[in-house]
């Protein structure tokens, strides 16, 4: 995830015909149904915007260099999208091949399947390593399928907990539910202050080797909502170690491997929460993981716990 947006069920939209590639209206039918697929799997919702009023987004026709932003052509990139906020744009690359729909065939590219994609983007989701995914980096589907599906509504909620979920403060009607995560007998957590500001992240890893001992960090806005994630990072975790995290008195903070026999490797994180190995004397534990998962989202002192 990348973001979440305050009001995410008034988005509204401005399409810039300048370059188009198809007929104005075949591509505000393909906009509006695109919009659309995102509206029935979670509350978000989209709107043109009225005439003299400024865009929630902006989708323009582009081509080599335009503005600020990365040139087109220079990479495999047939679109991209601006940052998560109340004004951001989706620029598709107007130097491409571009057919209405279906999936890609060759030089031609599926005009509809990049509105799709690229609204997730603008709703707060990041690439999916799941390969099957809409919002994977090669997609090869035209429809939200379940692990956007379970991103979306982990970011503005819908849909009903299942036994794969993980229930924010469990207790309170409008916690958070993290859709889709747990693999049961397999994932673990933890809660640890990664970037030192006071707050924790809930870290999920894989303790199974399809997992590739992936690591992901979810961080929380002041409500207790997601905010963004982390990850997953591949390669941090072994399920044959114990998992432990340490702070020092400088303020490092570690995440830390130890074996069976004893022998322990570490990664330290930076200021942003990431993770990077660490090769010299490791600190002693003194924060552990356990299965009930509780620590302080919000920077008030007092712990929320996690369900699943």
């Known amino acids: 995830m990348r973001g979440r947006l305050e009001d995410p069920a008034e988005i509204t939209y401005r399409l810039d015909f300048e370059n188009a590639p198809l007929d104005h ?8 149904r695109a919009c659309a697929e995102w509206s029935a799997v979670a509350p978000v919702g989209f709107r043109p915007a009225a005439e003299g009023d400024g865009a929630g987004v902006t989708v323009s026709f582009e081509r ?27 620029h598709i690359d107007h130097g491409r091949a571009w057919k209405r729909d279906g999936l890609r065939e060759g030089q031609f590219i599926p005009l509809y399947q990049t509105f799709l994609h690229e609204l997730g983007h603008v709703l707060g989701l990041g690439h999916s390593p799941d390969p099957a995914a809409l919002m994977s980096t090669n997609p090869q589907t035209e429809r939200v399928e379940r692990s956007d599906r379970d991103g979306v509504r982990t970011l503005y909620g819908g849909g009903r907990p299942g036994p794969n979920d993980y229930r924010v403060r469990p207790d309170d009607p409008e916690g958070a539910v993290l859709y889709g995560l747990r693999v049961e007998g397999t994932t673990e957590g933890g809660f640890f202050d ?44 072994d399920g044959t170690a114990e998992i432990s995290f340490a702070v020092t008195d400088e303020k490092e903070r570690f995440l830390i491997l130890t074996y069976p026999n004893g022998h322990r490797i570490g990664y330290v994180f930076d200021g942003q929460g990431a993770p990077s190995s660490f090769t010299g004397e490791l600190p002693a534990p003194n924060r552990t993981s356990h299965r009930r998962l509780e620590g302080d989202l919000d920077g008030d002192d007092r712990d929320e716990s996690v369900l699943h």
């Open 25 to 32: 209206g075949s591509i505000e039918e393909l906009f509006a």
């Open 64 to 90: 080599a260099t335009h503005g600020r932003c990365r040139p087109f052509g220079i990479d495999t990139a047939v679109a991209h999208t601006g940052p998560i906020g109340a004004q951001t744009y989706i």
């Open 194 to 237: 990664t970037d030192g500001d006071g707050t924790d992240e809930l870290l999920l890893w894989r303790m199974d080797a399809p997992g590739f001992g992936q690591l992901v960090a979810f961080f929380f806005d002041r409500r207790g909502r997601p905010l963004r994630t982390t990850g997953p990072r591949f390669g941090f975790v």
